[in-house]
């Protein structure tokens, strides 16, 4: 991927006062629309931006707190969408379990969720981690119709 990026900046020699063999170097004052939206890529470590807003799914947020809630909550962050969970029985069950839930992505869809579950003994089984991982969805879902959007 990295040659295909090489290659396709390859033909750049025809902009103004390049010299063919010469890196390009960013003028500000020159490629100031050089990006549509007036951002570059280190914006995102610029923590200070007034403007810059959490972008966590409220509703699997919410739904991994209902599903889970017989877990302690150890620690949460919603800057980086992480929840983690301290050792619970479920109600009905006899083995405790402790999990951390990832939501990367503002969007409700599976790819958004990340659950890692435990138990004292180690990691339980795949079948455990998808049925959780559902029925967090399925809560999402839920919370988003009540909500009144579909």
Known sequence: ??????????????????????PRIFDAGRDAN??????????IFNRNAPDVSVEVNRY???ASLDVLNFM???????????????FGNPPGGGQAYRGTVHIKDPA??????VVALQTRSGPVSAGTQRAVEDAILSR?????IADGKR
């Open 1 to 22: 991927m990295l040659v295909f990026s090489l290659a396709a900046c390859a033909n750049q020699a025809e902009d103004e006062g390049q010299v063919e063999g010469q």
């Open 34 to 43: 050089a990006f549509n939206t007036g951002q570059s890529i280190f914006d």
């Open 60 to 62: 699997l947020w919410n």
């Open 72 to 86: 302690p909550i150890e620690s949460v962050d919603p800057f980086t969408g992480v929840i983690v969970f301290g």
């Open 108 to 113: 409700l869809e599976a790819r958004s969720l």
């Open 140 to 144: 999402a879902r839920q919370l988003r």
